[in-house]
């Protein structure tokens, strides 16, 4: 079976400043998909980024960024010029085998503090 | 175009009872896949069901829980005789097509919490 590990349970960042969220995941399978979803206090989910395994090119999306590392299997988020809004749990996902199941790693609790 | 839907948000029910949670997919969305997520813990993929058939329950607990994604009308996730140890957020998503590869949009979720 695939796992997602997070393994900071919590992060803070001022505003204005970058953090990066950790993510490491296990998969056999050589085409697969990573996503970082941001889930706010209002409980919903939000997808903010994704990235296609078979790309070598980082996915940004405007102050959203990743490092994916491949052979390391690591998947990080880097969020620039932090704004409040971005206060958030976040998780990492990755397909699943069947290519309709996401699995999701335990989440990292961002703080922004002004 | 409202996205996924779910109803109640918040839902209270007593042991033994019985907890219905609906779901109705975007517009155009014929995939339909619960999650659930327990206190401190990212979700955890339940079912996928396409209209009128259930595609994938592997991840359902085997006794007191059953899904539905019927012609017409909205997903069910039917809960029987809750116990304590369903309280969890539950939550719905849905696709255009069969797979999750450009991720799903999910609805906000159903608290459902029992006493």
């Known amino acids: 079976a695939q796992t997602v590990t997070q393994s900071q349970p919590e992060m803070s960042v001022q505003e204005a400043e970058t953090v990066t969220l950790s993510c490491t995941y296990d998969?056999?399978?050589?085409?697969?998909?990573l996503f970082w979803y941001k889930q706010p206090p209002s409980r919903q989910m939000i997808l903010v980024i994704r990235?296609?395994?078979?790309?070598?090119q980082n996915a940004t999306e405007n102050r959203f960024s990743v490092n994916f590392q491949k052979a390391a299997k690591s998947f990080s988020l880097k969020i620039s010029d932090s704004q409040l809004g971005d206060a958030a749990m976040y998780f990492c996902?990755?397909?699943?085998?069947?290519?309709?199941?996401?699995?999701f790693g335990k989440g990292t609790s961002l703080l922004v503090t002004p | 175009n409202a996205g996924v839907m779910q109803n109640p948000r918040h839902l209270v029910r007593r042991r033994g009872q019985e907890a219905r949670l609906r779901c109705s997919p975007m517009?155009?969305?014929?995939?339909v896949y619960w999650y659930r997520q327990l206190p401190e813990e990212g979700l955890k993929f339940m079912v996928y069901?396409?209209?009128?058939?259930?595609?994938?329950e592997s991840g359902m607990p085997k006794e007191r829980f059953s899904a539905e994604f019927p012609k017409e009308g909205p997903s069910i996730l039917r809960i029987q005789q809750v116990v304590r140890g369903d309280s969890a957020a539950y939550f719905c998503?849905?696709?255009?097509?069969?797979?999750?590869?450009?991720?799903?949009?999910f609805g906000s979720g159903t608290r459902l919490t029992v006493v």
């Open positions: 996902a990755s397909n699943s085998n069947s290519g309709y199941a996401l699995n």
């Open positions: 517009k155009g969305h014929s995939h």
């Open positions: 069901l396409q209209k009128e058939n259930i595609i994938d």
């Open positions: 998969t056999s399978e050589s085409d697969y998909y």
């Open positions: 990235q296609e395994a078979y790309k070598q």
């Open positions: 998503a849905s696709s255009p097509g069969p797979n999750s590869n450009y991720g799903y949009t």
